[in-house]
């Protein structure tokens, strides 16, 4: 049985005047209550969340600020409800191993292995059945093709039913400890925090400080060292946990990511109960801040340099030949109100359908390029155009609700260029 569940288009105007502003004070002092202190100093009355707004750009730039988000006040008595995960079902598994061959012998193991496009099309069918995700080896002799994991560390992720995870690849960002004294003790016990870091990373926060204890950990963090990193492209390999929670941590019922420019500043499981129990949904993202069509994201992309302008062009073209719309604001129908997401902040339960989204959204970032901000609503909408009668149940939030959680940081002024593939 499936759970009835509509996403309500917001104005995204209201949404930039709001009046009662509220951010967490630079000292992070909260009152008892569980409300935290504004810029200006004012409080509100209601029991809620909220956080820093972060450093604001110089210039004429808009400044987003965050909202009232209604958590609950503790974590005491929560129980996931009984009809919850009534929720599409189905079997899904995954490639493990290709071994291919072709007449010039020219197949290479890749860590996203060589989905074909009939393969990735019949995919977006929400059925019993084995596609690509990740993790695909090649022929028996052949090299890993990424992503390593020591066993033990494996073992800890396998055990986790609730994780909290983010990743720093390349040394691209300082490390953010979750606010302790704003978790619970409850999720202290019950919650897998999970910090993924390749070995540069490592020795650069050591370097400053940051070294892991003798159980692993840095704060709340449980420091899980990835080995044999499956893309040169940082930005790609950070894709990995990202999306695909599911396969990391294969036991799990619930996984938060965050973006590892963020420190999270509330309870991970009293997001859970406001973003997914209480709306009946299955996975949740924020909209952006600023853009809400594709078409603004390309041109967004392609103005900073974030990607080779050919390769942008190809997957956009390809998207539009295959029916990408334009968002419209304005029509109540609409999905989603914004088919441009801040998926740096991302709720979910592993249910089959959200399994199934994210392994989608992964092989989009995997065969084209790793702005997966592109790639979204391509792959919400296909999957719901093929699925009438079993949508996904997104519920996408509102980007001043991201900012009353999580504290936003600048990530590490490191060169980067242009991708040129």
């Not at 950070?238 to 990391?248: A, C, D, N, Y």
């Amino acid at each position: 049985m499936e759970s009835k569940f509509s996403t309500i288009p917001h104005s995204i105007q209201e949404e930039r005047n709001l009046q009662e502003n509220i951010v967490v004070s630079d000292d992070g002092k909260t009152s008892k209550e569980n409300i935290v202190v504004s810029d200006d100093g004012n409080t509100s009355k209601e029991n809620i969340v909220v956080s820093d707004v972060g450093n604001t750009s110089k210039g004429k730039r808009r400044k987003h600020f965050p909202c009232e988000v209604g958590l609950l006040e503790s974590v005491d008595g929560l129980v996931e409800p009984k009809n919850y995960m009534n929720f599409t079902w189905f079997s899904l598994e995954y490639v493990d191993h290709e071994d291919r061959t072709s007449k010039i012998d020219l197949f290479e193991p890749r860590f996203g292995g060589h989905q074909t496009l009939e393969e990735r099309e019949n995919s977006f069918y929400a059925k019993n059945q084995t596609l690509h995700c990740g993790f695909v080896k090649g022929k028996p002799g052949h090299p890993s093709t990424g992503f390593d994991i020591n066993e033990k560390d494996k073992a800890y992720m396998y055990r986790c039913k609730v994780a909290v995870s983010s990743c720093i690849f390349g040394s691209s960002d300082f490390l953010r400890r979750p606010t302790s004294r704003l978790i619970s003790q409850y999720s202290k016990d019950n919650v897998c925090f999970v910090m993924f870091l390749d070995d540069q990373t490592l020795s650069k926060l050591s370097s400053e400080g940051s070294s892991p204890d003798e159980r692993g950990y840095i704060g709340l963090w449980k420091i899980v060292v990835v080995k044999n990193l499956p893309y040169e492209d940082m930005r790609r390999t950070g894709k990995v946990p990202k999306f695909l929670s599911h396969r990391l941590f294969p036991h799990s019922r619930y996984s938060i990511w965050l973006d590892s420019k963020m420190r999270l500043n509330s309870d991970p499981m009293l997001i859970i109960e406001y973003f997914l129990w209480r709306r009946k949904a299955e996975y949740a993202i924020s909209n952006h801040y600023d853009r809400h069509n594709v078409w603004e994201e390309v041109l967004q992309n392609k103005r900073l340099n974030k990607y080779n302008h050919t390769a942008i062009d190809e997957q956009f073209n390809f998207y539009q030949s295959d029916g990408l719309p334009k968002v419209d604001p304005s029509k109540p129908n609409d999905p989603l109100p914004s088919y441009v997401p801040e998926g740096s902040f991302i709720i979910r339960a592993h249910t089959p359908m959200s399994n199934l989204f994210s392994c989608l959204w992964f092989n989009e970032v995997d065969r084209f390029t790793s702005r997966d901000q592109l790639s979204f609503a391509y792959t919400y909408l296909k999957l719901r155009r093929m699925n009438p009668e079993r949508p996904i149940q997104l519920y996408m939030f509102k980007d001043c609700e991201r900012r009353a959680l999580l504290k936003l940081f600048r990530h590490r002024e490191l060169p980067s260029p242009r991708e040129t593939a």
